[in-house]
């Protein structure tokens, strides 16, 4: 089994910056992927951005040049820094880990309100 904590949201004005962080633990092994996604009230949980063990990135569309995601190995955690945020990039932002056999596990997900 594989527990995954975030921290780093909260409350920012449009324009400002947040970094969350996931840290993972339990069963770690690679190969692995850890992402985050997000889910706005009404609307369905989508892709962030998500990064191998080995560091291939991936990112939805809308969310490139503005957020980055990295991690570190040898603390199994993973990052995504936010900056330029925007109203609509308020969301519940939840981590997730793909183990080797391709199984999920999900963290209990950070708020992230994008407000003047």
């Known amino acids: 089994q594989v527990q995954l904590v975030e921290s780093g949201g909260g409350l920012v004005q449009p324009g400002g910056s947040l970094r969350l962080s996931c840290v993972a633990s339990g069963s770690i092994r690679s190969p692995n992927t850890m992402g985050w996604y997000r889910q706005a009230p009404g609307n369905q949980r989508d892709l962030v951005s998500s990064?191998?063990?080995?560091?291939?990135?991936n990112y939805a569309d809308s969310r490139k040049g503005r957020f980055t995601i990295s991690r570190d190995n040898a603390k199994n955690t993973v990052y995504l820094q936010m900056n330029s945020l925007k109203p609509e990039d308020t969301a519940v932002y939840y981590c997730k880990y793909v183990d080797w056999s391709r199984r999920e596990h999900w963290g209990q997900g950070t708020q992230v309100t994008v407000s003047s």
């Open positions: 990064i191998s063990s080995s560091g291939y990135t």
